[in-house]
């Protein structure tokens, strides 16, 4: 083995018969970010979980690692994880997860020392707060009290807490703005740290990284440093991967009256509002995106106008009207995907929900070859529609529910972060289908941290902006 910070030979990971990571080899050396990347559900985060000791014991874990100075056993999965926090960082994917919804965020990066037996370290956390961005006073929040790209900015936080001298991270900067994705990335390798980083932005990883690995169905595709990754010299398939991100803009909106207006509407967290008061007024097939630095009120916004969230000041007028929202007029696609469906449902029934509960309803049959084909419009032919949300990647999960709210048909979608764990093929197929949404008559609010994707497929854009005013 090398003298790589992590080297990793002949990794496998198979679940019965399907192999899942084939045979996978690759250094991580002394002070630098190694970017996985690959469409949803190639492999990925299953490679950072083996890595980690955190598969489920129905996976079968084959190869060699060499971490922290050690010789290890994948399969060792007790071994593994003893090393999790002061040898070995990780930053999950999905924040909310995470975290233990019943305890503070504080409590949550101070178990990094507690799950050893040491004492937190009230500076250090100071000092992460203020590296990353963080409020030290929202730390005895609860997870629910923080928006996603703050909370996902915590866990970085918890897993840097002992300053550990490897980082695994798993998609770190989906949630957060431009801005933001760029200092996450400055933290995590802070010092000198090596840091191995699955993600879908190929952008930011060429900006960020030193050498990106394509993952393609299990195995390494091609491998370049990271600054070529545009370069016509660049390995064939990364080119491929980088030219799938070209994205549809939906048909121009009819000239109908409003179906949705907001008059000076201010939304509050505690006392303060969240951004200046805002008006707009939405005409059905018309999409309209939102952006804004994490915690500026993006997800309250959509929460508002899915009538959950009771204004401070202003109105929300539905038809011209000021009244809550009927059944079934609006659908909201929540950040979290998987929290938002059954997890003992099959995606199959998953997908057909819309279709029980409007005055037409059609029989068994009918309901799931209507699911199959939406899902396979989201380029989930290949998933066994019998598999239960929890088997899926997150990047899968979050088109299960695009395939969901293209059979609802609402009048108004609200979409947060509906892409933020797609590669670029899959989320050139979920803006085609929110486009197919749009072009039916539904309004789609969409919110994003993505301002460049954003300005390419909507009609409109909205910046929340708490700290000035508010741009059109």
């Known amino acids: 083995m090398s003298a790589a910070a992590l080297a990793v030979r002949g990794l496998s990971v198979a679940y019965g018969t399907a192999v899942v990571v084939r045979d996978l080899s690759f250094d991580l050396q002394p002070g630098e970010v190694l970017a996985l990347v690959g469409l949803s559900g190639c492999g990925k985060t299953t490679v950072l979980r083996a890595l980690l000791g955190l598969l489920p014991p129905s996976a079968r874990v084959d190869g060699r690692l060499r971490a922290a100075g050690e010789d290890l056993a994948p399969n060792d999965r007790t071994a593994l994880r003893r090393r ?11 924040p909310f997860d995470a975290c233990a919804p019943h ?3 504080r409590a949550h990066i101070e178990e990094a020392w507690r799950a050893l037996g040491h004492r937190p370290d009230p500076a250090r956390i100071a000092a992460l707060c203020d590296r990353l961005g963080l409020d030290p006073a929202m730390l005895d929040r609860f997870p629910h009290e923080w928006s996603g790209g703050m909370l996902q900015r915590a866990n970085i936080a918890a897993a840097l807490a002992l300053d550990p001298p490897v980082v695994l991270a798993d998609e770190p900067t989906s949630a957060v703005d431009a801005d933001n994705a760029k200092a996450v990335m400055a933290c995590l390798r802070d010092g000198g740290r090596s840091v191995l980083v699955v993600s879908h932005d190929l952008d930011l990883m060429a900006r960020t990284a030193n050498r990106i690995l394509l993952l393609e169905n299990g195995r390494i595709a091609a491998e370049t440093p990271a600054g070529q990754a545009y370069a016509e010299t660049a390995p064939g398939p990364i080119r491929t991967f980088a030219r799938a991100a070209a994205l549809v803009r939906p048909p121009e909106p009819s000239a109908a009256p409003p179906l949705l207006e907001c008059q000076d509407l201010v939304l509050v967290r505690g006392a303060r509002p969240l951004f200046p ?16 630095p994490s915690g500026s009120g993006k997800s309250s916004l959509l929460a508002a106008l899915a009538g959950r969230l009771p204004p401070a000041a202003g109105l929300i007028l539905r038809d011209g009207a000021e009244r809550p929202p009927r059944r079934g007029e609006v659908l ?11 997890p003992r449902w099959p995606i199959e029934r998953v997908v057909a929900e819309p279709l029980t509960v409007g005055p037409v309803r059609l029989a068994r049959a009918a309901r799931a070859a209507a699911a199959r084909a939406m899902l396979a419009r989201q380029g989930l032919a290949e998933v066994d529609p019998g598999r239960r949300p929890w088997q899926l990647s997150t990047g899968q999960t979050q088109r299960v529910t695009l395939a969901r709210a293209a059979l609802a048909r609402p009048r108004l979608l609200l979409a947060d972060e509906p892409t933020s764990a797609l590669d670029p093929r899959q989320r050139c197929l979920a803006i085609e289908g929110l486009a197919r949404i749009a072009a039916a008559g539904s309004a789609v609010v969409l919110v994003s941290h993505d301002r460049g994707m ?8 909205v910046t929340l902006d708490p700290c000035s005013t508010m741009r059109p």
Do not use: K, Y
């Not at 008061?277 to 804004?292: C, D, F, M, Q, Y």
């Not at 909201?332 to 059954?342: C, G, K, P, V």
């Open 84 to 94: 999790l926090g002061h040898a070995i960082g990780f930053v999950a994917q999905n």
């Open 103 to 105: 305890r503070s965020v």
């Open 277 to 292: 008061p805002l008006s707009l007024r939405l005409r059905p097939g018309e999409v309209l995106g939102v952006v804004g």
């Open 332 to 342: 909201t696609l929540f950040q979290n995907a998987l929290s938002s469906m059954n």
């Open 454 to 461: 954003l300005d390419r497929v909507c009609h409109r854009v």
